[in-house]
Nanobody, 115 residues
């Protein structure tokens, strides 16, 4: 089993920044992609950013330039730096990883951006 624990969410004013962190533990000998999705109220879960074990990134087009994903493979951590936050970024942000073809999710961390 794989466990993912997110941290760093909270309330921030529009234009502010937050950094999310996610720690992976458990059976992660062959940890592949790690990344972030988000789900706003009344909407479907959507991709934010994903990074492969080799560092290849994939971002939601609408978030490029404001959000940056990074990863520390030695610590099994993935991070999301979010800048110039907007009220429409308000959502629960979920950490994601894939191990041996299986997908795992964290419980999510709430990000609220006030106008």
């Amino acid at each position: 089993q794989v466990q993912l624990v997110e941290s760093g969410g909270g309330l921030v004013q529009a234009g502010g920044s937050l950094r999310l962190s996610c720690a992976a533990s458990g059976s992660i000998f062959r940890l592949n992609a790690m990344g972030w999705f988000r789900q706003a109220p009344g909407k479907q879960r959507e991709l934010v950013a994903v990074m492969s074990s080799r560092g290849t990134t994939n971002y939601a087009d609408s978030l490029k330039g404001r959000f940056t994903i990074s990863r520390d493979n030695a610590k099994n951590m993935v991070y999301l730096q979010m800048n110039s936050l907007k009220p429409e970024d308000t959502a629960v942000y979920y950490c994601y990883c894939s191990v041996d073809g299986k997908t795992y999710w964290g419980k999510g961390t709430l990000v609220t951006v006030s106008s």
